[in-house]
């Protein structure tokens, strides 16, 4: 079967450093995804993950250990428009993604 | 990256009524797919969206409630029919190349009444 689990939801300051985990059990593997959504509107991409290790993009960062089936997503520098629900999926095969419950992240002032 | 238009954007049907979705990329694309996002929800995936053959449904979800079709490489329609209030769910479609990330439509927002 598959099974993605992330935590329900975080709260973190203004300023601040937070990381999402997310950890998969899914009968194939051809990559990781990160997405950000907020209220109303379309998942939009944050990051993709295919080898172990991190990848940097701005404020975002993303991890992936493929041997333990678990990600995270580093957000730095928070602001107060990333309040937001983060989708992790995974790509088991093919195109289509399995998601994640998300987590909704509020930031604080 | 591809430009997804969907629409309608949002719609109010009444039960017993089917309501078809509508997606147009700007570009060709190999794979496109629906899903269903509920209330408080994560996205569920209803159907993988084949050129010129059947579509391939997940688990859970039957071509008899959601008819699909995709003619070309471009665009694609769900259907979804014999609404009920348990529809009421925001339909997004999405596309993909092989290796890269999935691009989502703007969605449509349902309310069955």
């Known amino acids: 079967g598959q099974n993605i689990d992330q935590p329900t939801e975080m709260t973190a300051t203004e300023g601040a450093i937070v990381q999402i985990n997310c950890t998969y059990q899914?009968?194939?593997?051809?990559?990781l995804f990160w997405y950000q959504q907020h209220a109303g509107e379309a998942p939009t991409f944050l990051s993709y993950n295919v080898l172990d290790g991190l990848e940097e993009k701005g404020r975002f960062s993303s991890f992936l250990s493929r041997s333990k089936g678990y990600s995270y997503l580093l957000l730095k520098e928070l602001q107060m428009k990333d309040s937001a629900s983060y989708l992790c999926a995974v790509r088991p095969q093919g195109g289509k993604l399995i998601f994640g419950q998300g987590t909704e992240l509020s930031v604080k002032p | 990256s591809a430009v997804i238009s969907q629409k309608p954007s949002r719609d109010i049907c009444q039960r017993g009524t089917s309501l078809t979705i509508q997606c147009q990329v700007d570009?060709?694309?190999?794979?496109m797919f629906w899903y269903r996002q509920q209330p408080g929800q994560s996205l569920t995936l209803i159907a993988t969206a084949n050129q010129g053959s059947e579509a391939t449904y997940e688990s859970g979800f039957v071509i008899d409630k959601f008819p699909i079709s995709r003619p070309n490489l471009t665009f694609s329609t769900l259907t979804v029919s014999n609404m009920s209030p348990e529809d009421s769910s925001i339909y997004l479609c999405?596309?993909?190349?092989?290796?890269?990330?999935?691009?989502f439509g703007q969605g449509t927002r349902l309310t069955v009444v």
């Open positions: 999405s596309v993909a190349s092989q290796g890269s990330e999935a691009f």
């Open positions: 570009s060709q694309v190999t794979m």
């Open positions: 899914t009968s194939g593997f051809n990559g």
